[in-house]
């Protein structure tokens, strides 16, 4: 693989972590954690200890990197899907099309807030509940400690542990703090479809793939209405949330153009 170049470039009145990769067309990837991936841009979320990235800071990166490109791919997994569904909601014009991963696209509804939502089915304990509250569940994983957190969760166990000591972890718990507030922003979108063309992949051992309704959703017309440019969706047999060995599928999606 060739070696990782990292730099920081100043977009949208923030430094940012950038770490390039390979040569061809810009791809902005984000969040970067498969490490067998071949992207020539990507871009770390705030929510694994490095740069903060919101859709206006992702069209700022996409200007300064690739000025003479009208367009570009975009790969996107976990949060980073669902900064880039908000791209391609919001920009259809700068991207030529995306490969996302795990988080499918979930249409706005104007009656219920996410928080409210996701509350009302799985109650006070789930996680996304239990980081609401500012400082909180920081002061739990203070306690618990930084390498026990990530601990048979995740690989590059020192990587992420030696960025969450320093930056600490308030900066990832706000993505899911301003759930309620994206979901106030985007109003004016309520009901738009996706516009450009999509590959998506997912673990048949995901989480997120087993969420009630999720399946049906994707198999049975409902992600493909809302995403009308939808070209392929590959369930990977045996895989959970991190998905590893999805070069050849993005390497193939983009070499077709679209």
């Known amino acids: 693989m060739d070696s990782i170049n990292h730099k920081i470039i100043n977009v949208n009145g923030i430094n940012m972590h950038v770490a390039e990769v390979?040569?061809?067309p810009v791809v902005p990837f984000h969040p970067p954690w498969l490490p067998r991936i071949m992207v020539h841009l990507a871009p770390p979320t705030s929510l694994h200890g490095g740069t903060r990235l919101q859709g206006s800071d992702l069209v700022a990166l996409i200007d300064v990197v690739a000025p003479d490109e009208r367009k570009v791919f975009v790969v996107g997994h976990d949060w980073g899907a669902m900064i880039a569904w908000a791209l391609c909601l919001c920009r259809p014009d700068k991207v030529k099309a995306l490969v996302n991963m795990s988080v499918v696209f979930s249409l706005r509804n104007p009656k219920n807030k996410p928080t409210e939502a996701l509350h009302a089915v799985y109650g006070d304990e789930y996680y996304i509940s239990r980081f609401q509250k500012p400082g909180e569940i920081e002061a739990?994983?203070?306690?618990?400690?930084t390498r026990t957190v990530f601990e048979n969760r995740v690989a590059f166990l020192d990587y992420y542990a030696s960025k969450y000591e320093k930056s600490g972890f308030t900066g990832a718990l706000n993505y899911y703090r301003?759930?309620?507030?994206?979901?106030?922003?985007?109003?004016?979108?309520?009901?738009?479809?996706i516009k450009v063309p999509v590959k998506f992949i997912v673990g048949d051992l995901d989480l997120t793939?087993?969420?009630?309704?999720?399946?049906?959703?994707?198999h049975k017309g409902g992600l493909k209405k809302y995403v009308p440019l939808l070209k392929d969706v590959v369930v990977m047999e045996g895989v959970a949330h991190f998905l590893h060995e999805v070069n050849q599928h993005i390497i193939d999606f983009i070499r077709k153009g679209h």
Not at 182 to 191: K, Q, S, V
């Open 22 to 24: 390979g040569q061809g």
């Open 140 to 145: 739990v994983f203070a306690q618990t400690g």
């Open 178 to 193: 301003a759930l309620d507030l994206n979901w106030e922003l985007t109003a004016p979108w309520t009901g738009a479809q």
């Open 209 to 218: 793939y087993n969420a009630p309704g999720i399946k049906d959703y994707i």
